[in-house]
């Protein structure tokens, strides 16, 4: 099992920036990749980024790439998201996601680990 607990949630201003961490403990070792997800009020939960503990490439979702930076550190079993440009668009519980999976994807269902969530809002 694998726990995950995420931080740096805020309330900010548009055009700020902000950055989330997620610690994963439990049994990380068995952890392929690490994922941010989001859900805004009366949306479904979308993918925003997802990285390999390897360290290969990252993944984003279109809109959020250039805007936004996922890495991890495996040595302390975390991954961060840096967001940069904040509007009220991206007002959100921000999900951190885990899987011993060999692929690292934009799909909910092939995650097998969550955290709570951290709210993130942007005031205009």
């Known amino acids: 099992q694998v726990h995950l607990i995420e931080s740096g949630g805020r309330r900010v201003q548009s055009g700020d920036s902000l950055t989330l961490s997620c610690e994963a403990s439990?049994?990380?070792?068995?952890?392929?990749?690490m994922a941010w997800f989001r859900q805004a009020p009366s949306k479904e939960r979308e993918f925003v980024a997802a990285?390999?503990?390897?360290?290969?490439?990252?993944y984003y979702a279109r809109s959020m790439k250039g805007r936004f930076t996922i890495s991890r550190d495996k040595a302390k079993n975390t991954a961060s998201l840096e967001m940069g440009s904040l509007e009220p668009e991206d007002t959100a519980v921000y999900y951190c996601?885990?899987?011993?999976?060999?692929?690292?994807?934009?799909?909910?269902?092939?995650?097998?680990?969550w955290g709570r969530g951290t709210q993130v809002t942007v005031s205009s």
């Open positions: 996601a885990a899987t011993p999976g060999s692929v690292a994807t934009m799909t909910i269902s092939d995650y097998d680990y």
């Open positions: 990285i390999t503990m390897r360290g290969g490439a990252p």
């Open positions: 439990g049994r990380t070792a068995t952890l392929y990749a």
